[in-house]
């Protein structure tokens, strides 16, 4: 199974996503290639050691850090790609301490 493969199936089986919204998801993810396969590593039960570290931030970071937000592994792993494509709204949303709608 490729990592999309796995991606998409996380996506529909676990977060119960439609076609469209997990389709969105998996276009971010397939622009990060690093990050995808990362990803799926640990969904295949790989311990990742040290981890693909954004501007200063690993997945295992961004969880321990801020609990409350990061709720699954695949938030904290969305939150690196923003992280790397758009920096200024992630940077702004860590200050911000990730505000509730």
Do not use: H, W
Request: net charge neutral; proline share 3%.
């Amino acid at each position: 199974m490729s990592d999309i493969d796995i991606l998409r199936k996380y996506l529909g089986n676990d977060l119960k996503l439609g076609e469209y919204a997990a389709d969105k998801c998996c276009e971010r993810f397939r622009r990060n290639p690093d990050i995808l396969s990362e990803f799926c590593a640990l969904m295949n039960g790989e311990e990742i050691c040290k981890g693909i570290e954004i501007r200063g931030y690993t997945a295992r970071d961004l969880i321990q850090y801020f609990p409350s937000v990061f709720l699954s592994s695949y938030s904290a792993y969305s939150f690196l790609i923003m992280l790397r494509e758009d920096v200024n709204s992630a940077y702004d949303l860590i200050k911000k301490g990730f505000p509730k709608k």
